[in-house]
């Protein structure tokens, strides 16, 4: 069964650190296309970061580069998300979505940022960051 956790997500307050966790089951992180998106309430979800099952390239949204940092643990099947220096703006619930689907040079738009090449999402981590 192709299933995705993500884990991590909290109260924080401006200016501090979290990490979210994504564990698969029934398919491998490091042979899949995958990443972190947002929804903020009353906006549509966002791309936040990606890695390419191609090269391991990692790329990120402009309101978060340099901040936030997307890596991988296969030995755990995991994908984590380290964001550091929280504004209040990242308040969001936080998906971790994989692209099964499409080849890294067949991505819709071009991009692994985009949640439409996505065919498997978890259910989602609330990051609640306070000022």
């Known amino acids: 069964q192709v299933k995705i956790v993500e884990s991590g997500g909290a109260l924080v307050q401006s200016g501090g650190s979290l990490r979210l966790s994504c564990t698969a089951s029934?398919?491998?992180?490091?042979?899949?296309?995958i990443g972190w998106f947002r929804q903020a309430p009353g906006k549509q979800r966002e791309g936040v970061s990606c890695?390419?099952?191609?090269?391991?390239?990692?790329y990120y949204a402009d309101s978060v580069k340099g901040r936030f940092t997307i890596s991988r643990d296969n030995d755990h099947n995991t994908l984590y998300l380290q964001m550091n220096s929280l504004k209040r703006e990242d308040t969001a619930v936080y998906y971790c979505?994989?692209?099964?689907?499409?080849?890294?040079?067949?991505?819709?738009?071009?991009?692994?940022?985009?949640?439409?090449?996505?065919?498997?999402w978890g259910e989602g981590t609330l990051v609640n960051v306070s000022s």
């Open positions: 979505g994989a692209i099964r689907s499409h080849e890294d040079h067949d991505l819709p738009l071009g991009t692994c940022l985009v949640h439409v090449g996505v065919d498997v």
């Open positions: 029934g398919f491998f992180v490091d042979k899949t296309t």
């Open positions: 890695m390419k099952k191609s090269d391991g390239s990692t």
